[in-house]
């Protein structure tokens, strides 16, 4: 019998991918609100909810394949999967694909699709890190049974878990690795460049109908929902940081519920090792454990980086350039794994920078350097990196250092460089 870390330890070695095949996934959630009523969130059930809206959406493609699920939660096509989050937040998953560019076509006509079926209705789909108007406690789940189950859990282990599942949304962008040590080299840049990619995304001025004067929400949030499967994972900066210490993450995790022959069984606070300490995983008891962590950076088969707000199209596809830019080349590495072994670098140590980020903004400093000085300090990598055709789409990250975050840019700024986006997409 395999132990459940060997077991887990396999599937990640399983994950490498030649260095010339690696890809870049996608994901974008929104809210679907109500602008004559006030801007507040559309439920999921109703006539004009958005499981309705999901219907008329899947029309639009006759590949489309409705996922499954016991009611309607989504359904998948070859460029992308759409789902619902817990309070019926839709997300996009753009399949991986080596190009910026690509990437961004698939999302321009998806979003193209969805707002005009939204205009039917008289409805918006907003990109932001938190619910802009609707009160979280007024907000309903999607009736799945894993959403129900991890409500009660985060009950007992935070004060942030409602307005995780309820009021939040990110851009998540996903990278390939190609060995343990070129795995434990980007999770590690990843988390290190975590607390610049989350400035230049903080997109939360208003949540649950107020103003937020301070920086990062989301971080802040999560933060409050459970410690034992998020934020930074623990020591996640280990010199020979691996598979077996991913695992042993996991491991001590509680999985919050299982399937048996297809009923969900609650587990309490039981965890993955003690279940499992004399049993192996079945496939689906696998895929369940990984997906139940929600650290600011985890391994599946691949290494998804989930600190970032939702953003507007321009700011995401700045955003994914940037990562490429930045983990899949030697000098993005490099520069991190020299800061991280030269000051002994720790996970306090990074969250005492976002506590610094929280509280000052851009106003702060990280690294030794004014945030904005940072900030282009990274673009800077990501530009020299970059094929020529891709540069451009760092220019909105451009605005945002010129503005001081995404909050403060005007209106018809965000919409030249939409125009823009979409020019150069088209």
């Not at 106003?363 to 891709?390: C, F, M, N, Q, S």
Request: aromatic share 10%.
């Amino acid at each position: 019998m395999k132990s459940w870390k060997t077991q887990l330890v396999q599937h990640f070695a399983d994950g490498t991918t030649a260095w010339k095949d690696s890809k870049l996934g996608v994901e974008v959630e929104h809210f679907i609100v109500d602008p004559a009523n006030g801007g507040q969130a559309v439920p999921y059930l109703g006539e004009t909810g958005v499981r309705e809206i999901l219907k008329k959406l899947m029309a639009r493609y006759p590949q489309a394949q409705a996922l499954e699920d016991d009611d309607f939660f989504g359904f998948s096509v070859p460029e992308f999967n759409i789902t619902l989050e817990p309070a019926a937040q839709l997300e996009i998953s753009i399949a991986s694909t080596v190009s910026v560019r690509e990437s961004g076509l698939i999302y321009l006509r998806f979003r193209r699709n969805l707002d005009e079926i939204l205009a039917e209705y008289g409805y918006e789909a907003v990109t932001a890190g938190g619910s802009p108007v609707s009160c979280v406690k007024d907000m309903t789940l999607i009736p799945k049974d894993r959403y129900y189950l991890m409500n009660e859990h985060f009950l007992s282990t935070g004060t942030g878990g409602m307005e995780m599942m309820r009021g939040s949304a990110s851009v998540q962008v996903s990278i390939d690795y190609s060995s343990e040590e070129n795995f434990r080299r980007k999770i590690q840049a990843a988390y290190f460049y975590g607390p610049l990619f989350k400035i230049l995304c903080d997109n939360l001025p208003v949540f649950q109908g107020e103003p937020v004067k301070m920086h990062l929400k989301r971080t802040d949030i999560w933060r409050r929902v459970d410690p034992a499967r998020c934020g930074i994972v623990p020591g996640i900066f280990k010199p020979t940081y691996g598979y077996e210490d991913y695992a042993d993450f996991l491991g001590s995790m509680p999985p919050i519920f299982l399937k048996e022959e297809g009923r969900v069984i609650p587990t309490g606070f039981k965890t993955v090792a003690e279940i499992f300490e004399d049993k192996e995983f079945t496939d689906e008891d696998l895929n369940h454990i990984i997906s139940m962590a929600f650290p600011d950076v985890r391994l599946k088969q691949y290494i998804e980086i989930r600190v970032a707000d939702s953003v507007p199209g321009p700011f995401m596809l700045a955003y994914t350039a940037l990562i490429k830019g930045i983990l899949y080349t030697d000098e993005g590495l490099d520069d991190a794994h020299e800061w991280i072994t030269k000051c002994h670098f720790t996970t306090e140590d990074l969250e005492q920078i976002e506590d610094e980020l929280m509280q000052h903004g851009w106003d702060g400093v990280i690294y030794g350097l004014p945030v904005t000085e940072a900030a282009a300090a990274l673009l800077d990598i990501a530009k020299r990196h970059l094929p020529d055709d891709e540069k451009d789409f760092l220019v909105p990250f451009d605005v945002v250092i010129k503005y001081g975050g995404i909050r403060n840019i005007p209106e018809e700024e965000i919409l030249n460089l939409e125009r823009k986006t979409k020019g150069k997409l088209l």
